[in-house]
């Protein structure tokens, strides 16, 4: 959906992940406009996101038995293409990540599952495993194991994790990286552009990357989690750009309690609460946005940005969540209560 009257539409692809660059335009580009009467119709089954096929050699390790209500392959992300449109994407939240991949003695940007709501797997070999992120029931051949520590998943056995008691996005790590198809360097699924592999679904095959020359795997480590089910989650923020556009500025945002609404996902944290007055009224021209951008919408409840933001918005920007904070406002599910507080 968009707010702008649209004058006509062009059949030039204006992306092609494996062209040099993918981008047709970029800012700066001189662009003329020709009036043209064909069109291009992209066939069905058209792979169109550009992902390229595993880089190296891979082994098949798990079958995917239920991916839950979502299952991603993220890593790092793909930073610095915000001047293509393109985000950085990458794990939700990169402490519960790391803190997985850390302990099967992967590189912390190595390529893993992202999962809400439940997993099932079956190991196809050996496999050195370790969950992190929600507190969720993680069992392995029906025993449960602890959270951020490694454990062998033998072949033929089953790994899974169940509902979350607190947050919602559980990593599951295995030595060697998930093997998937990269675009701009990153195996990342950005679930706003479709850009990086298709979501996992159950009957699926993932292959990982033979584990040599890995640092030691941990059979005990630290779950990062920051969430609780019971409590009022604190959201740092610093005020602006356009705060003054509200009457009593960032205060209106930080002076009152907000609940996490279901329409949230990994673009950004849709809230709800007492709605936010404007002070100025109109439009305003589109703008740069990162990752914690809080945008309020003419309804007046903000939506803070998540790792699969847009790169630009025209909605004003009260305030943006520090960086540090991003992580614990990724794990937040529907129901949540959410505070804001100003960093100084």
């Known amino acids: 959906p968009g707010g702008w009257r649209l004058i006509g539409r062009s059949p030039t692809p204006m992306w092609d992940s494996a062209a040099t660059p993918p981008a047709a335009i970029r800012p ?10 064909e069109s291009i119709k992209v066939a069905e089954g058209t792979e169109t996101s550009g992902t390229t096929a595993p880089a190296g050699p891979s082994l098949p390790a798990l079958r995917v038995e239920d991916p839950g209500l979502l299952s991603l392959v993220q890593d790092r992300g793909r930073g610095g293409h915000g001047d293509m449109g393109v985000t950085g994407s990458g794990a ?14 992967n590189a912390p940007g190595a390529a893993l599952i992202e999962n809400i709501g439940s997993l099932e797997v079956t190991a196809l070999i050996d496999a050195t495993v370790a969950v992190a992120g929600a507190l969720a029931p993680v069992r392995i051949n029906g025993r449960e194991v602890p ?5 062998l998943l033998p072949a033929g056995g089953t790994l899974s994790i169940g509902p979350a008691r ?10 060697g990286g998930i093997a998937a198809g990269r675009v701009l360097g990153s195996s990342s699924t950005d679930v706003l552009s479709g850009l990086g592999p298709e979501p996992i679904r159950a009957g699926d095959t993932l292959r990982v990357h033979p584990p040599h020359g890995l ?6 480590g630290a779950n990062p989690l920051r969430v609780s089910a019971d409590a009022v989650t604190v959201l740092r923020c610093v005020a602006g750009p356009r705060d003054a556009w509200f009457r009593e500025g960032v205060a209106a945002l930080t002076g009152r ?7 949230s996902n990994r673009v ?3 809230l709800d609460g007492a709605p936010l007055e404007r002070e100025r009224e109109g439009e305003l021209p589109s703008e740069g946005a990162v990752a914690g951008c809080i945008q309020v919408p003419p309804q007046g409840t903000p939506v803070v940005f998540l790792r699969d933001h847009p790169v630009t918005g025209g909605y004003p920007v009260i305030a943006t969540v520090i960086p540090e904070d991003l992580d614990a406002a990724a794990q937040l599910p529907a129901g949540s209560r959410v505070r804001f507080e100003e960093y100084q």
């Open 28 to 37: 700066g580009d001189a662009v003329r406009y020709r009036a043209v009467r």
């Open 92 to 105: 939700a939240d990169r402490a519960s990540a790391y803190a997985a991949n850390e302990a099967v003695g």
């Open 147 to 151: 959270l951020g520590g490694a454990r």
């Open 166 to 175: 607190a947050g919602q996005l559980s990593y599951l790590a295995v030595r």
């Open 215 to 220: 640092g030691a795997a941990r059979a005990a």
């Open 257 to 263: 309690e907000w609940t996490v609404t279901p329409r």
């Open 268 to 270: 950004g944290l849709r």
